[in-house]
């Protein structure tokens, strides 16, 4: 069964203080590693596709990498509006059925 | 660009009433769009994908019945809660794929609908 696996399941910082979130996936033929930024009471929205082992993005203090089992999400001097729940996600083999991980909930702290 | 707006975005009801939830496309054509459910501090379960003229396809243990999705557009559709009660209460969020697109790229999602029974 494909499946996405995130850890910690919460993580407070202080700001400025850099950390990085972990996703790990078992997904047969991965099309795509999607990570997702979700404020409370709000849907998901989108930060970065990952396609292949290696491959790099970066937004801001966002910075999105791959390997061949996981991702990382890397969060460089946070600020307080970083805090939010970070999701990622894969196609599940096969279908077009996206699998969530349950997030990441980030607190940054002034 | 790829804006997708979904409405209402709080509702509060009594048991038994039948709820709407609209999910549109704003500025793309939605062919495919897909309805999510999320429990508090859970991942996004998919409740059933949507194909523009077609019915939907629900996922295991989703009562279609219960959960009626129309797309009889290609920018709008409708997730209706029939006889909703106190255990259907969540936050349903909408998301949508344009045309071309495919499922190697990623989804475009609502702001999401909290539904609360009383």
């Known amino acids: 069964e494909d499946q996405v696996t995130q850890s910690p399941e919460a993580l407070r910082l202080q700001e400025g203080e850099s950390s990085s979130l972990n996703c790990s996936y078992t997904?047969?033929?991965?099309?795509?590693l999607f990570w997702y930024r979700q404020d409370p009471g709000k849907g998901p929205e989108f930060l970065f596709t990952?396609?292949?082992a290696g491959e790099e993005k970066e937004k801001e203090r966002l910075k999105a990498t791959l390997t061949k089992k996981e991702s990382f999400l890397h969060i460089t001097a946070p600020k307080p509006e970083d805090s939010a729940t970070y999701l990622c996600?894969?196609?599940?083999?096969?279908?077009?059925?996206?699998?969530f991980g349950k997030g990441t909930k980030l607190t940054v702290n002034p | 660009g790829a804006v997708v707006s979904q409405h209402p975005s709080r509702v509060i009801c009594k048991s038994g009433t039948s709820v709407k939830i609209e999910c549109r496309s704003l500025?793309?054509?939605?062919?495919?769009m897909f309805w999510y459910r999320q429990f508090p501090k859970q991942s996004l379960m998919l409740m059933a994908t949507?194909?523009?003229?077609?019915?939907?396809?629900?996922e295991q243990g989703v009562e279609k019945d219960k959960f009626l999705i129309n797309h009889a557009s290609l920018t709008l559709s409708t997730l209706t809660v029939t006889s909703a009660h106190p255990e259907d209460s969540s936050f349903y969020i909408c998301?949508?794929?344009?045309?071309?697109?495919?499922?190697?790229?990623?989804?475009?999602f609502g702001d999401g609908t909290r539904l609360s029974i009383l």
């Open positions: 998301s949508a794929r344009a045309q071309g697109e495919n499922s190697n790229q990623p989804q475009h």
């Open positions: 990952l396609y292949s």
């Open positions: 996600a894969a196609p599940e083999g096969g279908s077009e059925k996206l699998v």
């Open positions: 500025d793309f054509q939605a062919t495919t």
């Open positions: 997904v047969s033929g991965l099309r795509g």
């Open positions: 949507s194909n523009e003229g077609s019915k939907a396809t629900y």
